[in-house]
């Protein structure tokens, strides 16, 4: 199963719904993470804000496969795209492991297949290099066995995404 | 002709006499931003008050929570001269409010000119601190976008037991006093030797594990008050990953009991 993140409009949304069941649009009509724990603690995997992202982390757990397009944002993701990945956390346990040498938590879902990530708008060489690290830092922590960053210069181009 | 040309030559950038001459006369002014969402017992307050103490010249702190705070904290730095941004770790990056702040400020930065030392303190969940390079980098590129100067951070790992520690602290202390009070009432001896042992050697322990953060903090105190680039550093709590781990295991077992998630579904895929 694929799942696509995007923060793109309308029509872009149309045509990304033909090709992927789902779709978690970054609207920005949620509220951010505000770091409690709660998603582990008190009520797992599942968010004490009642809004769209409340068990946004069931979703993007349960995908094989997740494709974020997002707009640049310092080499990072757009506050709207980030705030879909901060309120997900849950996908995980509360319990610590190693992965890759380092301490990371236990997956809740299991191991995932891929990550890929698009990133659009205005970025610089150093933003990129930032992008790509994020990127495979993100998939180490989710639990994606691969990752890949690519930078679309134009959105009018990125219909070749599949 | 001559003339003309001297005059027109910049010896010192104005920015440079501007601060020096706030350096002799008025202070400098240096803001704190606080860039967690939490009310109370965030860590990064606490690395920032450290960071805090040492800094000479007028300090001000702030928080963002949300964007109602935005205005109020752009306005706070418009005459500053340098800023320290503390922030949590999230998802490997800045979190979502934060970055939403950044793009505002880099908007208000460009639009009033205003040109600003940038210092970062983050602190992330996992022991160690390199984990936290992708955020640096973000805010690297942030100040090259904002047209700001780029003074580097701290990335510190462990950031939930720094916390612990600080409560542990004002228990002990707690502990230490009462000992003494009840020590004084019974016996007349006001100073019991076995007491204070044993909370200076509790002391030590929590001093041991936040060297590495204080060793730096305290450079970085340094390096704000003479105005300097500081370049990125990391460290933690100075503890083996391996016991970290068991600790961290230990203290989110105790937490969940407490508020029921243990109870429902724990480690379930729901």
């Known amino acids: 199963m694929k799942t696509i993140i995007h923060d793109l409009n309308e029509k872009y949304e149309m045509i990304l719904k033909e090709k992927c069941q789902k779709i978690i649009s970054a609207n920005g009509k949620y509220a951010p993470c505000q770091g409690c724990f709660g998603c582990w603690t008190k009520h797992p995997a599942g968010c004490y804000m009642k809004d769209t992202l409340e068990t946004v982390c069931r979703d993007i757990g349960k995908t094989d496969e997740l494709v974020i397009i997002t707009e640049n944002c310092y080499g990072a993701y757009s506050p709207s795209v980030k705030n879909v990945l901060d309120r997900s956390i849950g996908l995980s346990t509360p319990f610590s492991t190693y992965r ?11 191991k995932k297949e891929k990550l890929t990530v698009y990133a659009y708008g205005d970025m610089t060489d150093a933003e990129k290099e930032t992008f790509q690290y994020m990127v495979e830092r993100n998939a180490i922590n989710f639990g994606f066995q691969t990752f890949e960053f690519r930078y679309l210069e134009s959105l009018d181009k990125s219909e070749g995404i599949n | 002709m001559k003339n003309q040309r001297f005059f027109n030559r910049k010896f010192v950038p104005a920015a440079q006499i501007r601060r020096l001459w706030k350096g002799m006369v008025i202070s400098m002014k240096t803001v704190f931003i606080n860039g967690s969402p939490k009310k109370k017992l965030s860590v990064s307050s606490y690395l920032l008050g450290i960071v805090r103490m040492l800094v000479s010249g007028e300090v001000v702190s702030e928080q963002v929570r949300n964007q109602n705070d935005h205005k109020r904290v752009l306005e706070n730095i418009k005459d500053a001269d340098a800023v320290v941004i503390g ?20 908007r208000f930065c460009l639009e ?9 303190l983050s602190n992330g969940g996992f022991i160690e601190g390199r984990q936290n390079k992708p955020l640096m980098q973000v805010l690297e590129n942030f100040c090259k976008r904002s047209n700001l100067e780029w003074c580097g951070g701290i990335g510190i790992g462990g950031g939930v037991m720094l916390n612990v520690l600080r409560i542990m602290f004002f228990v002990y202390l707690g502990i230490f006093v009462l000992n003494v009070v009840f020590a ?3 016996t007349g001896n006001w100073l019991p030797m076995d007491a204070v042992q044993h909370f200076a050697k509790q002391l030590g322990i ?3 594990f936040n060297l590495g953060v204080f060793f730096h903090s305290l450079r970085m105190s340094i390096a704000i008050n003479k105005g300097v680039g500081f370049g990125v550093k990391f460290t933690r709590v100075l503890l083996p990953s391996f016991l970290f781990i068991l600790a961290a295991d230990f203290f989110f077992v ?6 029921g998630g243990i109870f429902k579904g724990w480690l379930a895929k729901k």
């Open chain 2, 112 to 120: 009033h000119d205003i040109r600003l030392k940038v210092y970062a």
């Open chain 2, 87 to 106: 922030l949590p770790l999230y998802v490997d990056g800045v979190p979502s409010h934060m970055l939403a702040f950044l793009k505002e400020m880099e």
């Open chain 2, 254 to 259: 105790i937490i969940s009991i407490f508020q």
């Open chain 2, 206 to 208: 929590i001093l041991f």
């Open chain 2, 184 to 186: 004084g009432i019974q």
């Open chain 1, 100 to 110: 890759g040498r380092q301490m990371h938590h236990t997956l809740r879902y299991g």
